[in-house]
């Protein structure tokens, strides 16, 4: 492997001594003169007429400034993609939660009291709950009529309570089921889960004296935040400037507009800067959290367990809107569908449903865990009735370079096998057991690189003080910092040498924001405005000391010509000769282009757990973790990320979710939520599978969400191996276990034959 100065060493977070000291601004801390706070009554009920909002006494209390009803704000409509989230509800509400009026106060208390006082007079309408339910003809519709939705440049129109289903298909399916020895068929079930973040949603929005909107949130997508705001109020986005803020937390959830744009609504009314501060009730009752899902795996394969057609049906519960996701559908689920796999013949049908549910919008590796989770239970359910290894049956069907994936991907240098051999070596997976109530499950799952649009500058003075100006928000990642090594690695000085500085949106080009592929493409962003500045001082140096262009060299902060670093100048000396040449600082801006990599990771897990027959309590007693990585930029970093996306995963199989009856969330707290604690985190062994075959710098590979989608069904087979019951719906809690251990003759297994054979 090459040896680089900068990329690859454990470098700490340029912001970490203000994180950890308290200095570090959030949204929440942003203070200005003469603002004022605002609140939100929401719906307690999920689907009803508002027949009259009575703001009379709510509007007399001494200290409030402004009241806004639906009527104030009707047929405003917000969304990341599709426009169909109504600043506050107009006629009717569509689920518990939903906002009804908004108040902008003197102070907090003033304004939780004033929502207090606003009287809403309802009738009940029919409401629809479950997703496979709302898919029925003459379910109740959660948008009545036939309504059309923006989307872009394009509009959306839902189809009854489907707003999108898409087919991807590749071969012949129904000769594949024809040419199978054996079909089976199995359905998977997934609840709501939250983020998570520490930090709840926040932003304070201020109209200055040049009638220009300014708005601090604790957004990741400040470009699109922008633009959402412009669509609403139909003001041009040149009049909005959004200051991206600390982010304490994000796992995909950090992207809507949220209160945003009611806070601009308040403070034009009132003629005050206006803060307004989600509670952790709100968060978690009217949040984005990720979507329940209904899954049915059908594969057929042969008698030795080849592969030969598979058909997914996905069936997403979106909730009442669908504005707080990037996409109409989640793309996600096709690759998880079947991607690992070779499998010629393939279909997956993914619906996204309205509900009179909470609105759902991403989490870590969206779709991803909840069809992962299925595909790779349905595969150790098949290795059961053939009884075959789960592991050889994964190797005998993983996808190989040269192969094309289940869903018809063609991708470079695929390391899906090495993967999946290490994590078995590994975690010794032919060991015996340990002992009764024991077991070790396997997982395997693939996720092709993401690749948005990402800008960078950098920028030197006279001094050869460097300075890498980012539009993509630091969301707790340490994107910030390895974009410093980029720029230290290309241009042959020390990190500590490099600052970064986040710049709002008027500070460049359109930028993606934070989220899939973005530490890949805004690394590259960030080292190819640092080969820009490299270029202009290659130049300069050519012309200042007549050397040949391709001779010149820049490391340890000198430059010269290659092998001759003892004649060479200062990079502080020719940055100044260059400086009073050029009459400016000599800086690059570069923007990525949002082209789809042919490039894919792959992640193997094995969870070893012990299960008490008494309680139902499942304990994790070691986990295994490999993963497709290309060159590491950070091992700090690189390692966090896995670390922290493994831990959610074990939330997300053994405890974690949001309970919900009649569309009313019941658990309001993170203490509710029962996220996992470090008493239940076993012992970690990650086994990195090291290549440069990624499409990042210096040939890296996003990690951040990758390592996620795995760990549920690792954790779900060792409970079968443990147990010989299997658990179908997530989360894996004690009292499901324990239904189960009492059921031990159910059966979970489809199993059918092709027409064409005979018993």
């Given at each position: 492997?090459?040896?680089?100065?900068a990329?690859?060493?454990p470098?700490?977070r340029?912001?970490?001594?203000?994180?950890?000291?308290?200095?570090?601004?959030?949204?929440?801390?942003?203070?200005?003169?003469?603002?004022?706070?605002?609140?939100?009554?929401?719906?307690?009920?999920?689907?009803?007429?508002?027949?009259?909002?009575?703001?009379?006494?709510?509007?007399?209390?001494?200290?409030?400034?402004?009241?806004?009803?639906?009527?104030?704000?009707?047929?405003?409509?917000?969304?990341r993609?599709?426009?169909?989230?109504?600043?506050?509800?107009?006629?009717?509400?569509?689920?518990?939660?939903?906002?009804?009026?908004?108040?902008?106060?003197?102070?907090?208390?003033t304004?939780e009291?004033?929502?207090?006082?606003?009287?809403?007079?309802?009738?009940?309408?029919?409401?629809?709950?479950?997703?496979?339910?709302?898919?029925?003809?003459?379910?109740?519709?959660?948008?009545?009529?036939s309504?059309?939705?923006?989307?872009?440049?394009?509009?959306?129109?839902?189809?009854?309570?489907?707003?999108?289903?898409?087919?991807?298909?590749?071969?012949?399916?129904?000769?594949?089921f024809?040419?199978?020895?054996?079909?089976?068929?199995?359905?998977?079930?997934?609840?709501?889960?939250?983020?998570?973040?520490?930090?709840?949603?926040?932003?304070?929005?201020?109209?200055?004296?040049?009638?220009?909107?300014?708005?601090?949130?604790?957004?990741?997508?400040?470009?699109t935040?922008?633009?959402?705001?412009?669509?609403?109020m139909?003001?041009?986005?040149?009049?909005?400037?959004?200051?991206?803020?600390g982010?304490?937390?994000?796992f995909?959830?950090?992207?809507?507009?949220?209160?945003?744009?009611?806070?601009?609504?308040?403070?034009?009314?009132?003629?005050?800067?206006?803060?307004?501060?989600?509670?952790?009730?709100?968060?978690?009752?009217?949040?984005?959290?990720?979507?329940?899902?209904?899954?049915?795996?059908?594969?057929?394969?042969?008698k030795?367990?080849?592969?030969v057609?598979?058909?997914s049906?996905?069936?997403?519960?979106?909730?009442?809107?669908s504005?707080?996701?990037g996409?109409?559908?989640?793309?996600?689920s096709?690759?998880?569908?079947?991607?690992?796999?070779?499998?010629?013949?393939?279909?997956?049908?993914?619906?996204?449903?309205?509900?009179?549910?909470?609105?759902?919008?991403?989490?870590?590796?969206?779709?991803?865990?909840?069809?992962?989770?299925?595909?790779e239970?349905?595969?150790?359910?098949?290795?059961?009735?053939?009884?075959?290894?789960?592991?050889?049956?994964?190797?005998?069907?993983v996808?190989?370079?040269?192969?094309?994936?289940?869903?018809?991907?063609?991708?470079?240098?695929?390391?899906?096998?090495?993967?999946?051999?290490?994590?078995?070596?590994?975690?010794?997976?032919?060991?015996?057991?340990?002992?009764?109530?024991?077991g070790?499950?396997?997982?395997?799952?693939?996720?092709?690189?993401?690749?948005?649009?990402?800008s960078?500058?950098?920028?030197?003075?006279?001094?050869?003080?460097?300075?890498?100006?980012?539009?993509?928000?630091?969301?707790?990642?340490?994107?910030?910092?390895?974009?410093?090594?980029?720029?230290?690695?290309?241009?042959?000085?020390?990190?500590e040498?490099?600052?970064?500085?986040?710049?709002?949106?008027?500070?460049?080009?359109?930028?993606?924001?934070?989220g899939?592929?973005?530490?890949?493409?805004?690394?590259?962003?960030?080292?190819?405005?640092?080969?820009?500045?490299?270029?202009?001082?290659?130049?300069?140096a050519?012309?200042?000391?007549g050397?040949?262009?391709?001779?010149?060299?820049?490391?340890?902060?000198?430059?010269?010509?290659?092998?001759?670093p003892?004649?060479?100048?200062?990079?502080?000396?020719?940055?100044?000769?260059?400086?009073?040449?050029?009459?400016?600082?000599?800086?690059?801006?570069?923007?990525?282009?949002a082209?789809?990599?042919?490039?894919?990771?792959?992640?193997?897990?094995v969870?070893?757990?012990?299960?008490?027959?008494?309680?139902?309590?499942?304990?994790?007693?070691?986990f295994?973790?490999?993963?497709?990585?290309?060159?590491?930029h950070?091992?700090?970093?690189?390692?966090?990320?896995?670390?922290?996306?493994?831990?959610?995963?074990?939330?997300?199989?053994?405890?974690?979710e949001?309970?919900?009856?009649?569309?009313?969330?019941?658990?309001l707290?993170?203490?509710d939520?029962?996220?996992?604690?470090?008493?239940?985190?076993?012992?970690l062994?990650?086994?990195?599978?090291?290549?440069?075959?990624?499409?990042?710098?210096?040939?890296?590979?996003?990690?951040?969400?990758q390592?996620?989608?795995?760990?549920?069904?690792?954790?779900?087979?060792?409970?079968?191996?443990?147990?010989g019951?299997?658990?179908?719906?997530?989360?894996?809690?004690?009292?499901?276990?324990?239904?189960?251990?009492?059921?031990?003759?159910?059966?979970y297994?489809?199993l059918?034959?092709?027409?064409?054979?005979?018993?």
């Amino acid at each position: 492997m090459t040896t680089y100065t900068a990329v690859g060493k454990p470098i700490t977070r340029q912001e970490g001594p203000d994180k950890v000291s308290g200095n570090f601004q959030y949204a929440a801390d942003v203070n200005l003169p003469g603002m004022i706070w605002g609140k939100v009554l929401r719906s307690p009920y999920p689907h009803d007429k508002i027949l009259k909002i009575d703001i009379s006494r709510a509007s007399q209390l001494p200290g409030v400034h402004a009241i806004i009803t639906g009527e104030d704000t009707k047929g405003m409509r917000v969304g990341r993609l599709i426009r169909d989230v109504p600043l506050l509800a107009e006629d009717r509400v569509r689920f518990v939660g939903e906002k009804v009026a908004a108040v902008a106060a003197i102070d907090a208390d003033t304004a939780e009291e004033a929502i207090g006082l606003i009287e809403v007079e309802y009738e009940p309408l029919p409401a629809i709950f479950d997703p496979v339910d709302a898919i029925a003809p003459g379910s109740p519709l959660v948008h009545e009529g036939s309504p059309s939705f923006q989307a872009g440049s394009s509009s959306v129109e839902p189809q009854g309570n489907i707003l999108d289903l898409s087919t991807w298909s590749n071969g012949d399916l129904d000769q594949g089921f024809k040419d199978s020895d054996f079909i089976f068929e199995h359905t998977f079930t997934t609840t709501w889960v939250h983020q998570g973040y520490m930090e709840p949603y926040a932003c304070v929005v201020n109209i200055n004296n040049e009638g220009r909107i300014e708005v601090w949130a604790n957004n990741k997508v400040p470009f699109t935040l922008r633009r959402q705001i412009s669509d609403a109020m139909n003001i041009s986005e040149e009049q909005i400037v959004v200051h991206p803020c600390g982010i304490g937390g994000d796992f995909g959830g950090k992207s809507p507009a949220m209160n945003v744009p009611l806070a601009y609504m308040l403070s034009k009314k009132a003629g005050y800067p206006v803060k307004m501060v989600m509670s952790y009730i709100e968060e978690l009752m009217a949040g984005n959290p990720r979507h329940p899902s209904v899954v049915t795996i059908k594969t057929g394969v042969k008698k030795d367990g080849t592969f030969v057609a598979r058909h997914s049906k996905v069936i997403f519960n979106g909730g009442a809107y669908s504005g707080f996701r990037g996409r109409a559908g989640l793309a996600g689920s096709r690759d998880a569908a079947g991607g690992q796999y070779h499998i010629p013949n393939f279909q997956i049908d993914s619906y996204m449903v309205y509900t009179n549910n909470v609105p759902c919008g991403s989490y870590r590796a969206p779709g991803q865990p909840q069809v992962v989770f299925a595909v790779e239970s349905h595969t150790d359910m098949i290795a059961q009735e053939l009884g075959i290894n789960p592991y050889e049956l994964r190797l005998r069907n993983v996808v190989r370079d040269g192969q094309v994936c289940a869903t018809g991907a063609r991708y470079n240098n695929i390391r899906g096998e090495e993967t999946l051999r290490a994590v078995a070596e590994a975690s010794k997976w032919s060991d015996p057991k340990a002992g009764s109530y024991t077991g070790k499950g396997m997982s395997l799952s693939q996720r092709p690189q993401g690749q948005s649009i990402y800008s960078a500058k950098v920028e030197m003075d006279e001094n050869g003080k460097t300075t890498l100006h980012l539009l993509v928000p630091e969301t707790g990642t340490g994107s910030h910092t390895v974009g410093r090594q980029m720029v230290a690695e290309d241009l042959g000085i020390p990190v500590e040498e490099v600052t970064a500085i986040q710049m709002n949106t008027d500070g460049g080009a359109y930028d993606s924001g934070a989220g899939s592929g973005s530490s890949v493409g805004g690394t590259n962003a960030a080292l190819g405005a640092a080969q820009g500045v490299r270029r202009k001082l290659t130049l300069m140096a050519a012309e200042f000391y007549g050397w040949p262009e391709e001779t010149i060299q820049f490391q340890r902060g000198r430059v010269f010509v290659e092998g001759d670093p003892e004649n060479g100048v200062s990079l502080q000396e020719l940055a100044s000769r260059t400086v009073n040449a050029i009459g400016e600082t000599i800086s690059a801006d570069v923007s990525t282009t949002a082209e789809e990599p042919d490039v894919t990771c792959f992640s193997a897990q094995v969870a070893a757990v012990e299960v008490d027959p008494e309680t139902g309590n499942v304990k994790l007693k070691k986990f295994v973790t490999a993963h497709d990585v290309g060159t590491i930029h950070n091992p700090i970093t690189h390692q966090g990320q896995i670390d922290g996306a493994v831990v959610q995963g074990f939330g997300y199989a053994l405890m974690e979710e949001l309970l919900a009856d009649e569309g009313q969330i019941s658990t309001l707290s993170m203490g509710d939520v029962k996220s996992p604690t470090i008493e239940d985190i076993p012992k970690l062994e990650t086994i990195l599978v090291e290549s440069q075959g990624g499409n990042g710098p210096y040939g890296s590979k996003a990690i951040g969400e990758q390592p996620l989608p795995p760990v549920a069904p690792a954790i779900a087979n060792a409970v079968f191996d443990a147990i010989g019951v299997r658990i179908v719906d997530l989360p894996i809690t004690s009292e499901k276990v324990l239904k189960a251990l009492r059921n031990k003759s159910v059966s979970y297994t489809h199993l059918t034959l092709p027409t064409n054979r005979e018993v």
